[in-house]
């Protein structure tokens, strides 16, 4: 099928077209062929936004990331052999030199060197990830597939590359997967095949946690993560990262209400409460080896052995009943907010009301006084002064104040309490 150039040029956004722009008069600048590849050429044919930009050139990286980083005034930081990656406003921008991988052993991590453009794209995963968008003068001027990869863009086909892909990089069953969903696409009926032989073979078990976990990651992370994840289950019988655990109807039923529900959550975090609800019951060493797996930060940590220890009946019980907005503050005040939502999505009638006025409501409550505030009105310095704050924060909560004056006001008569 024949692909309009000028279409897609049109499609990019003024930001990205800046970033093209830029990069295309360092390439001409030093005679180098410029493309952008993989994930941004698909996304950008099917009409999806892109946040990660890959480029690839078919030269020396060095010379090109010297005159990147002056003309951009970005900082490069060199990530593998051959390839580099900086950040550009929202934008995460991935700089590599063609190249073709060789794994002397399933799950290694590949020896890399140059090569042709062509030997790159059958190094990749998928026909839909290998294809490329020559870039001249700061637009698009060849696409180049040498895979058919449009042909499966169109067909709505996942399609691995290499026969021993799977077995390379097991990462990739859970791309494929992934892939699959999110697009609502199909495996291709001989990438299917591979696919199960593979997990049938255990080749889960020739990668480190940590890079399977750090693929898992990227799957909780995306917007509708459900059918990937039930879909893996089922595949991998449970086995995947830690081996037997179930995902019941009931915690299915929850990963889909949250999937609808996370939209309207604030939250750091919105995949760690699909985390919770996969692995909330599991036992000690299970949770650390997922813990270990996902590299999880302390805070993550925490509020899965805060909701372990948590019993969780009781609590719900405690905030099941009819309560004033301090009531509330004080019952949720000291929970994680990630816990919160969880609990909002586990909770009915009267608790699920009273958290929901929490999260939307009084969680946003805030006063504009400082410690500072209350050190000028000439009180010492101590924990006095955080008490002091609270009742003034408490006072806003009950509505008895409405702006800064008003807490002025309301300081005063605490400090002469
Ligand atoms: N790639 C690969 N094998 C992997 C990971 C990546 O062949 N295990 C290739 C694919 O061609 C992919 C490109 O490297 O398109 C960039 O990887 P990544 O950023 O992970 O993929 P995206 O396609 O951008 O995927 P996503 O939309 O999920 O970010």
Same mark, same amino acid.
């Given at each position: 099928?024949?692909?309009?150039?000028?279409?897609?040029?049109?499609?990019?956004?003024?930001?990205?077209?800046?970033?093209?722009?830029?990069?295309?008069?360092?390439?001409?600048?030093?005679?180098?062929?410029?493309?952008?590849?993989?994930?941004?050429?698909?996304?950008?044919?099917?009409?999806?936004?892109?946040?990660?930009?890959?480029?690839?050139?078919?030269?020396?990286?060095?010379?090109?990331?010297?005159?990147?980083?002056?003309?951009?005034?970005?900082?490069?930081?060199?990530?593998?052999?051959?390839?580099?990656?900086?950040?550009?406003?929202?934008?995460?921008?991935?700089?590599?030199?063609?190249?073709?991988?060789?794994?002397?052993?399933?799950?290694?991590?590949?020896?890399?060197?140059?090569?042709?453009?062509?030997?790159?794209?059958?190094?990749?995963?998928?026909?839909?990830?290998?294809?490329?968008?020559?870039?001249?003068?700061?637009?698009?001027?060849?696409?180049?597939?040498y895979l058919k990869g449009v042909e499966d863009l169109n067909r709505k086909i996942i399609r691995?590359?290499?026969?021993?892909?799977?077995?390379?990089?097991?990462?990739?069953?859970?791309?494929?997967?992934?892939?699959?969903?999110?697009?609502?696409?199909?495996?291709?009926?001989?990438?299917?095949?591979?696919?199960?032989?593979?997990?049938?073979?255990?080749?889960?078990?020739?990668?480190?946690?940590?890079?399977?976990?750090?693929?898992?990651?990227?799957?909780?992370?995306?917007?509708?993560?459900?059918?990937?994840?039930?879909?893996?289950?089922?595949?991998?019988?449970?086995?995947?990262?830690?081996?037997?655990?179930?995902?019941?109807?009931?915690?299915?039923?929850?990963?889909?209400?949250?999937?609808?529900?996370?939209?309207?959550?604030?939250?750091?975090?919105?995949?760690?409460?699909?985390?919770?609800?996969?692995?909330?019951?599991?036992?000690?060493?299970?949770?650390?080896?997922?813990?270990?797996?996902?590299?999880?930060?302390?805070?993550?940590?925490?509020?899965?052995?805060?909701?372990?220890?948590?019993?969780?009946?009781?609590?719900?019980?405690?905030?099941?009943?009819?309560? /004033? #907005? $301090?009531? +509330?503050?004080?019952?949720?005040?000291? *929970?994680?907010?990630?816990? !919160? &939502?969880?609990?909002?999505?586990?909770?009915?009638?009267?608790?699920?009301?009273?958290?929901?006025?929490?999260?939307?409501?009084? /969680? #946003? $409550?805030? +006063?504009?006084?400082?410690?500072?505030? *209350?050190?000028?009105?000439? !009180? &010492?310095?101590?924990?006095?002064?955080?008490?002091?704050?609270?009742?003034?924060?408490?006072?806003?909560?009950?509505?008895?104040?409405?702006?800064?004056?008003?807490?002025?006001?309301?300081?005063?008569?605490?400090?002469?309490?």
């Amino acid at each position: 099928m024949k692909i309009d150039l000028n279409l897609l040029n049109k499609r990019l956004t003024p930001q990205i077209r800046g970033i093209v722009e830029g990069l295309s008069a360092i390439s001409k600048r030093l005679n180098i062929k410029l493309y952008l590849v993989g994930g941004p050429v698909r996304d950008l044919l099917l009409k999806r936004d892109a946040i990660d930009l890959d480029f690839l050139i078919d030269s020396s990286l060095d010379k090109f990331l010297e005159s990147v980083e002056s003309d951009l005034d970005v900082e490069i930081e060199k990530t593998s052999f051959l390839t580099a990656k900086f950040k550009f406003s929202q934008f995460v921008i991935d700089i590599a030199q063609a190249r073709k991988e060789i794994y002397l052993n399933f799950g290694d991590l590949p020896q890399v060197s140059p090569a042709t453009l062509e030997e790159d794209a059958k190094r990749r995963d998928f026909t839909i990830n290998s294809l490329m968008l020559e870039i001249k003068d700061g637009c698009f001027v060849e696409l180049i597939d040498y895979l058919k990869g449009v042909e499966d863009l169109n067909r709505k086909i996942i399609r691995v590359i290499g026969k021993n892909s799977f077995y390379d990089d097991s990462t990739r069953i859970i791309r494929a997967l992934r892939y699959e969903k999110r697009f609502n696409f199909t495996l291709a009926d001989d990438t299917f095949e591979q696919l199960k032989s593979a997990i049938s073979k255990n080749v889960f078990s020739t990668l480190s946690v940590q890079r399977l976990g750090a693929e898992f990651l990227r799957t909780l992370k995306e917007e509708n993560i459900t059918p990937a994840i039930m879909r893996l289950w089922q595949l991998t019988a449970g086995g995947f990262l830690t081996g037997d655990i179930e995902i019941t109807p009931k915690m299915c039923n929850l990963l889909k209400k949250w999937d609808k529900l996370k939209k309207c959550f604030e939250l750091d975090d919105l995949w760690l409460i699909s985390l919770i609800i996969i692995y909330k019951d599991i036992n000690l060493s299970q949770f650390n080896l997922i813990a270990e797996a996902l590299e999880l930060k302390k805070l993550a940590r925490r509020i899965i052995t805060d909701l372990k220890s948590l019993d969780l009946e009781e609590f719900l019980t405690s905030i099941s009943k009819r309560l /004033s #907005k $301090v009531e +509330i503050y004080d019952r949720l005040k000291s *929970i994680d907010t990630h816990l !919160i &939502a969880y609990f909002y999505l586990i909770s009915r009638g009267k608790a699920k009301t009273n958290l929901r006025t929490y999260i939307d409501k009084i /969680s #946003k $409550v805030k +006063i504009t006084i400082t410690g500072e505030d *209350i050190l000028a009105a000439g !009180i &010492a310095e101590g924990p006095h002064v955080g008490s002091m704050l609270e009742k003034v924060l408490r006072a806003k909560i009950r509505g008895e104040l409405r702006n800064r004056k008003d807490e002025i006001n309301y300081l005063k008569t605490v400090i002469l309490d």
